[in-house]
């Protein structure tokens, strides 16, 4: 069912197919969800590219005991066929966390949940990092995560406040810190020293069926924003600079994004913890650097990448976006934020590449990908799990063959 509401309009003028529900009174079936694969095997085995040994309980810093969780973090078989997997971000480690309940009753139940970003709430105010390490410890017994842990697989990446300071860049002077807790904390085998950044790459499943996992760091090598002038018209903190000196990603890091999207892949999830997409506002979102937005849209063209679709936390609010790449292939963008920290309401200008409304309350996101029809559906759940948007594109319109 193809419906055109409000500000999809624009959107379904492009031709796509998009299901958007819950749009006002509009209300509608869930995308089929019916799984066409068999779930693979979910190894409790640690394999060496992605852990350290946990039961060593190593100091993660000098005289600091590791802040990893007794029990480990699953980790998903690298022959898995991808059918569903959930993402969300933004988990106070101080309040009750009753969505995983709801995401650990989906049936199917996701065989990876992916943590975009804000896993902890650690701002870092004193010199031995103090705050961030409690936040981890205080996360690291939480007794809805330890049995969504148990359960299922995760993969993360960090935003500002487990990178351990609002908004921070690369000049953040603790970010080494931070990324030895972050790896402990999540069970990871650093890939490089850790004041270069905490990103990487999984690729699951056999080919033809093979989905990418980018996690990018946002954090480590980001340049200063511009403060808002008076001028700038919408709200938030930020305006738009395009100096073409100022970086996302930084140099080495999109050197690795060239390499990844040219690797054997037919699905590629990117994730990048603040928005891509979006325009609308002026908190953190890759158009604060415009340059550096165009330059990812440039690369995708330039690598053939197909198959790509971002995922997106921070905002404290839920939605989906869609752009169109000059060469007809669909970008869509599903941010999921927060899990159990919701604010007010969103006061988001509603620009043209946002499909949905802004929903301020705790959600998570759902990713399902059904091989058999070709297609891929980005829904967003409320708390309890009930559907709030989704939208669903076809693999042609994602540039698959
Ligand atoms: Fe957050």
Redesign the pocket.
Same mark, same amino acid.
């Given at each position: 069912m193809i419906l055109m509401l409000g500000m999809a309009l624009g959107v379904a003028a492009l031709g796509m197919t998009i299901v958007l529900m819950r749009f006002g009174q509009v209300s509608q079936t869930e995308p089929d969800t019916q799984v066409t694969e068999t779930p693979g095997a979910v190894s409790e085995t640690l394999s060496e590219n992605d852990t350290v040994d946990v039961y060593a309980r190593v100091d993660v810093l000098p005289g600091v005991p590791s802040v990893a969780p007794q029990t480990p973090w699953l980790k998903l078989d690298a022959s898995t066929t991808l059918t569903r997997i959930g993402v969300g =971000?933004?988990l106070g480690q101080n309040q009750p966390q009753p969505v995983w309940d709801s995401i650990l009753r989906l049936e199917p139940r996701p065989q990876l949940f992916m943590m975009m $970003?804000?896993g902890v709430?650690g701002d870092i105010k004193s010199a031995d990092a103090k705050e961030l390490i409690q936040a981890y410890r205080d996360q690291s017994v939480r007794p809805e995560l330890a049995r969504a842990r148990q359960e299922m697989p995760f993969l993360a990446t960090w935003?500002? !406040?487990d990178y351990g300071g609002n908004d921070k860049g690369a000049d953040f002077e603790h970010k080494e810190t931070a990324a030895k807790l972050f790896h402990d904390f999540w069970q990871m085998k650093p890939e490089r020293p850790q004041d270069q950044g905490i990103y990487y790459a999984r690729t699951y499943g056999v080919e033809g069926k093979r989905v990418q996992i980018i996690m990018l760091d946002t954090r480590s090598f980001r340049s200063d924003l511009r403060k808002k002038t008076n001028s700038f018209k919408y709200w938030g903190r930020y305006e738009p600079i395009g100096d073409p000196d100022r970086t996302m990603l930084g140099k080495a890091q999109w050197a690795w994004l060239e390499e990844q999207l040219q690797e054997a892949a037919d699905v590629r999830l990117i994730v990048t913890s603040v928005q891509l997409l979006a325009g609308g506002h002026g908190f953190e979102r890759w158009g604060n650097l415009p340059l550096e937005r165009e330059r990812f849209f440039q690369l995708i063209d330039d690598t053939g990448a197909r198959g790509v679709i971002l995922l997106s $936390?921070?905002r !404290?609010n839920g939605a989906l976006y869609q752009i169109e790449l000059k060469n007809g292939q669909r970008l869509p963008e599903m941010t999921s =934020?927060?899990l159990n920290?919701s604010y007010g309401p969103s006061k988001d200008a509603p620009t043209p590449e946002r499909l949905s409304r802004m929903y301020n309350q705790e959600n998570f996101g759902i990713l399902d990908i059904d091989w058999r029809l070709r297609r891929i559906s980005l829904t967003l759940k409320d708390i309890g799990g009930e559907m709030l948007d989704s939208l669903t594109v076809k693999f042609s319109d994602l540039g698959i063959d």
């Amino acid at each position: 069912m193809i419906l055109m509401l409000g500000m999809a309009l624009g959107v379904a003028a492009l031709g796509m197919t998009i299901v958007l529900m819950r749009f006002g009174q509009v209300s509608q079936t869930e995308p089929d969800t019916q799984v066409t694969e068999t779930p693979g095997a979910v190894s409790e085995t640690l394999s060496e590219n992605d852990t350290v040994d946990v039961y060593a309980r190593v100091d993660v810093l000098p005289g600091v005991p590791s802040v990893a969780p007794q029990t480990p973090w699953l980790k998903l078989d690298a022959s898995t066929t991808l059918t569903r997997i959930g993402v969300g =971000s933004c988990l106070g480690q101080n309040q009750p966390q009753p969505v995983w309940d709801s995401i650990l009753r989906l049936e199917p139940r996701p065989q990876l949940f992916m943590m975009m $970003g804000d896993g902890v709430y650690g701002d870092i105010k004193s010199a031995d990092a103090k705050e961030l390490i409690q936040a981890y410890r205080d996360q690291s017994v939480r007794p809805e995560l330890a049995r969504a842990r148990q359960e299922m697989p995760f993969l993360a990446t960090w935003d500002d !406040h487990d990178y351990g300071g609002n908004d921070k860049g690369a000049d953040f002077e603790h970010k080494e810190t931070a990324a030895k807790l972050f790896h402990d904390f999540w069970q990871m085998k650093p890939e490089r020293p850790q004041d270069q950044g905490i990103y990487y790459a999984r690729t699951y499943g056999v080919e033809g069926k093979r989905v990418q996992i980018i996690m990018l760091d946002t954090r480590s090598f980001r340049s200063d924003l511009r403060k808002k002038t008076n001028s700038f018209k919408y709200w938030g903190r930020y305006e738009p600079i395009g100096d073409p000196d100022r970086t996302m990603l930084g140099k080495a890091q999109w050197a690795w994004l060239e390499e990844q999207l040219q690797e054997a892949a037919d699905v590629r999830l990117i994730v990048t913890s603040v928005q891509l997409l979006a325009g609308g506002h002026g908190f953190e979102r890759w158009g604060n650097l415009p340059l550096e937005r165009e330059r990812f849209f440039q690369l995708i063209d330039d690598t053939g990448a197909r198959g790509v679709i971002l995922l997106s $936390g921070d905002r !404290h609010n839920g939605a989906l976006y869609q752009i169109e790449l000059k060469n007809g292939q669909r970008l869509p963008e599903m941010t999921s =934020s927060s899990l159990n920290r919701s604010y007010g309401p969103s006061k988001d200008a509603p620009t043209p590449e946002r499909l949905s409304r802004m929903y301020n309350q705790e959600n998570f996101g759902i990713l399902d990908i059904d091989w058999r029809l070709r297609r891929i559906s980005l829904t967003l759940k409320d708390i309890g799990g009930e559907m709030l948007d989704s939208l669903t594109v076809k693999f042609s319109d994602l540039g698959i063959d």
